[in-house]
């Protein structure tokens, strides 16, 4: 399913966003993410964040750039994954951004998701 | 119209032979100005520059993720990887592109050790800067060793704010293994980076 998200977009913030739109003349810079998920027994929750270059609705279906897989082995917290992605990773103008996520398990809920970057 | 550079004076044999003003200015913009402010002070207008590294830059993201248990043989991982927006089939090597360079600025691995037991495993990073085809016999790049805790989980990132380089034509795969064929699982080898 695709996750509902809150944008904070210099410091005007929107809620309940499925994807994020590069503004039109900018670049997105992607500089870090962190994720961890709480589960019911051990499992692999999975946040995929996927992108669509050249812009349109982000969906289960949207090509995949990050598959990120958090393993936990109890019941509990899974491991916490933090990317910091030095210089940045770039999405073009009109870019669409999003994030679905699968699994582990059926009493696991998702905890910390964040994409920090900017545009310019 | 701001003055940018004012240019030393040309001296032959100790004498003065010209001076001359460069002036710099954007002939698209309505004020054509540019500032020399002095330091600690922001100025209203600058003359953009960009380094070749952040001109034409394409995102490659090299992504391998798994929920099944590794093997004690080293084995090629298949994985997929994401150019400029196009997710590749299943692959085991990726190919800088011609003329280009793939400078990696991250790289994640995670793991899940769901045994009774402490275990070690091995992540290898291969490349080949001939550009031959990857196997587990390929160059190590990057021999990553995690030592996993009796039921732990482990996820280790390396920032590489420089970047690590790799030069047209390489072949990059990844290779891994642990220390028992009991259920040791690679979630996650993900390389972050862009071709310039």
Redesign the interface.
């Known amino acids: 399913m695709i996750t509902s998200m809150t944008l904070n977009r210099n410091g005007t913030v929107t809620t309940s966003q499925t994807f994020y739109t590069v503004s039109t003349g900018k670049i997105f810079r992607l500089q870090s993410i962190a994720a961890q998920a709480q589960v019911g027994a051990?499992s692999?929750p999975?946040f995929n964040i996927r992108?669509?270059?050249?812009g349109g609705t982000v969906t289960t279906a949207s090509?995949?750039?990050?598959?990120?897989?958090?393993?936990?082995?109890?019941s509990g917290s899974?491991?916490?994954?933090?990317?910091?992605?030095?210089?940045?990773?770039?999405?073009?103008s009109g870019?669409t951004l999003g994030v679905s996520q699968v699994g582990g398990n059926t009493a696991s809920t998702y905890g910390i998701f964040i994409i920090i970057g900017y545009e310019y | 119209m701001g003055t940018l550079i004012d240019s030393s004076e040309l001296v032959v044999n100790s004498q003065t032979v010209e001076r001359q003003n460069i002036t710099i200015a954007d002939p698209s913009s309505a004020s054509g100005l540019v500032n020399v402010t002095p330091k600690g002070v922001q100025g209203s207008f600058a003359l953009t520059t960009q380094d070749f590294k952040d001109s034409g830059?394409k995102?490659i993201?090299i992504?391998y993720?798994?929920?099944s248990g590794i093997t004690a043989t080293n084995t090629l991982l298949t994985f997929?990887y994401?150019s400029?927006?196009?997710?590749s089939t299943s692959k085991t090597e990726y190919t800088v592109t011609t003329g280009k360079t793939f400078?990696i600025?991250?790289i994640?691995v995670?793991?899940?050790?769901?045994t009774a037991a402490a275990h070690d495993t091995f992540c290898n990073i291969l490349v080949d800067y001939t550009g031959t085809i990857i196997t587990t016999s390929s160059p190590t790049a990057l021999p990553i060793t995690v030592e996993l805790s009796a039921?732990?989980?482990?996820?280790i990132?390396i920032?590489?704010?420089?970047?690590l380089e790799f030069p047209t034509g390489s072949t990059i795969g990844m290779s891994a293994f642990a220390d028992t064929s009991a259920a040791i699982?690679l979630?996650?080898i993900?390389l972050?980076g862009?071709e310039y």
């Open positions: 051990a692999d999975i992108a669509n270059f050249a090509p995949l750039l990050i598959p990120m897989i958090l393993g936990a082995t109890s899974s491991n916490f994954v933090t990317i910091n992605v030095a210089g940045g990773l770039e999405l073009p870019a | 830059r995102s993201i992504a993720s798994g929920t997929q994401m400029g927006g196009t997710v400078r600025q991250s994640l995670s793991l899940r050790n769901s039921s732990a989980v482990s996820t990132n920032p590489i704010p420089d970047g699982v979630t996650n993900i972050i862009y």
